[in-house]
């Protein structure tokens, strides 16, 4: 019903930036809360950055002063601007959405099949 098609993945040499998108599509009332997530192998999901409808943003400390999240509610949209990359920064990148079906329904967490960001030194 809901799908998050994430793109703008790749290889960048350390120090240079990286823009990454999210389109939710499908079926649903609203999509509340957006953020990225990034996980290495052997390690669990983390944080990196979300972003309420109202654009309130929030980011993990290792990303501050870096990386900056936006979002486009007419395009159902999450950006995610990452500036001074660094080799741990090199993980695969995963969209979310909270997704409201209706208008007093429940929501729903959604998440995007991931992109790869490849931080070579």
């Known amino acids: 019903q809901v799908q998050l098609v994430e793109s703008g993945g790749g290889l960048v040499q350390a120090g240079g930036p990286l823009r990454l998108s999210c389109a939710a599509s499908g079926s649903f009332f609203s999509v509340n809360d957006m953020g990225w997530y990034r996980q290495v192998p052997g390690k669990q999901r983390e944080l990196v950055a979300t972003?309420?409808?109202?654009?309130?943003?929030n980011y993990a400390d290792s990303v501050k002063g870096r990386f900056a999240i936006s979002r486009d509610n007419a395009k159902n949209t999450v950006y995610l601007r990452m500036d001074s990359l660094n080799p741990e920064d090199a993980a695969v990148y995963y969209c979310?959405?909270?997704?409201?079906?209706?208008?007093?329904?429940?929501?729903?967490?959604?998440w995007g099949q991931g992109t790869q960001v490849t931080v070579s030194s």
């Open positions: 972003i309420t409808s109202g654009a309130s943003t």
């Open positions: 979310n959405a909270v997704v409201r079906h209706s208008r007093f329904g429940q929501a729903n967490n959604y």
